[in-house]
């Protein structure tokens, strides 16, 4: 069954120590992410690497599925919105250009290199779908007036897509270049689905 990260999402704590004792613990998991599987991981190790007390980690979470939630939640919704944003526009309109996208992935390379090619890649990239998926359903995804492409289909093919080229980009290093795959993204995925015209293909 599909996890749903952002069901085991919880209230931010408003207490100076418990705020770092979390700040602690997510940083500890995303560095051991870049070393180990998620289901690999346990909660004794991820305490050790975060400094914290065994109890204090069931102070915060229940499981650390719902540490995951806690990391990664806020900032798929983030990217999502950001991604939407290039799916749900004309080409010929002003607005966030992919280029963009690429360079606020790259400001955070820390963070999104170990998520997106890491450990709990397969969870995180299941929840990217799963909330675009949601968005669909709800009807807050694209916002479509040519009849060629399916709205939830255009939104579902191009948030993966796009997770997809990211992923690949990451698992580059340094050698990968934004200017590249801003050009990748726009021309395999983001300029099919917002072209203008509608696309006729005939069926032999």
Known sequence: MEKNLTALKQEAPTDARQVRSRKALNAALLDLLAQRTFDELTIREITARAGTGYATFFRHFSTKEALLSDLVVDPIDELLTRTLALLDRPRSSDGPSVRELCAWVAGDRTFWAPLLTGGAAGLVRSEFL???????????????????????????????????????????????????????????????????AAVETTLS
């Open 130 to 196: 799963r909330q675009a998926r949601e968005r669909a359903a709800a009807g807050h995804g694209l916002h479509r007036e040519d009849t060629w492409l399916p709205a939830d289909l255009a939104l579902v093919h191009g948030v993966s897509s796009v997770i997809g080229v990211l992923t690949w980009w990451l698992r580059q290093g340094e050698d990968g270049s934004l200017e590249q795959v801003a050009m990748i993204l726009d021309r395999m995925v983001i300029a099919p689905i917002t072209q203008d």
